[in-house]
């Protein structure tokens, strides 16, 4: 690409085209796509298209992916995640016989982690790049049906309800809820804990599900963005092509 900038879309676009699949547009997916892009594209602009610059866009994109889950629970349930995270310590720490380490120690390890092993792949795959032939032949290719696009207010609604029934969503919330409770945070705290976090993320998923990505291509070309509209419109363009002959 002529600017390194440009790689960024490559995640744009294919967060995307993952929303445009029946099971698409969900928060998490899309978010890690978008924002892991970005880093990665950050890198590249500092550093050049080299060696060291795909290993620290591989350790930024790994770094989002373990610290991202972070978030989203810090996002839902507030201050009450890193009571919930010091208790787990504690108790980890009591169980091997050791001191617990701090809060933020733990989070960065395990971030730096996550970084660590993602920037070995990118590393790899940087090394061996000569190895990998690209084919791009439709017939190859198993492309995703498109939804039915953008919803009402009411389907919005519903798909929210059922976002937070699965369990992506509610498990990791009664896993904090159990810590609370074992650090002896009273029931009133709990159920308001745990209807922030019900609040907070339906709002969300209502809200993801109303974007309209069929108009991006239109919104881009007024922003002045003509080279993703462009492949946007012949994303789009081959996922209808696909259903129409499924």
Partial sequence: M??????????????????????????RPMLAIAIQGWLYSRALRWL????????LGGFLMGAWAGSQGLFMQWLLVGD???????QLSSEIAQWVGASAPSLAGLIGVWIAAHGAIVAAG?????RRRHLVKLVDTPSRWQLPLLNEGKRGWLASIGRGLRELARPTFWLPLLLILAA????GQSQQSLVFVALRAIVIGWILFVLIQRLDFRALPGRLRRLGMWGPAIAWRRALSRLQAQQKRS
């Fill in 180 to 183: 609370l409770a074992w650090a």
């Fill in 2 to 27: 002529a600017d390194r900038g440009r790689v960024v879309w490559v995640a744009l676009l294919s967060a995307g085209i993952k929303s445009m699949s029946p099971a698409g547009q969900r928060i």
């Fill in 122 to 126: 990118t590393g790899l795959a940087w």
């Fill in 80 to 86: 009450a995640l890193a009571v919930a995270l010091n």
């Fill in 48 to 55: 050049g298209w080299n060696f060291w610059a795909v290993m």
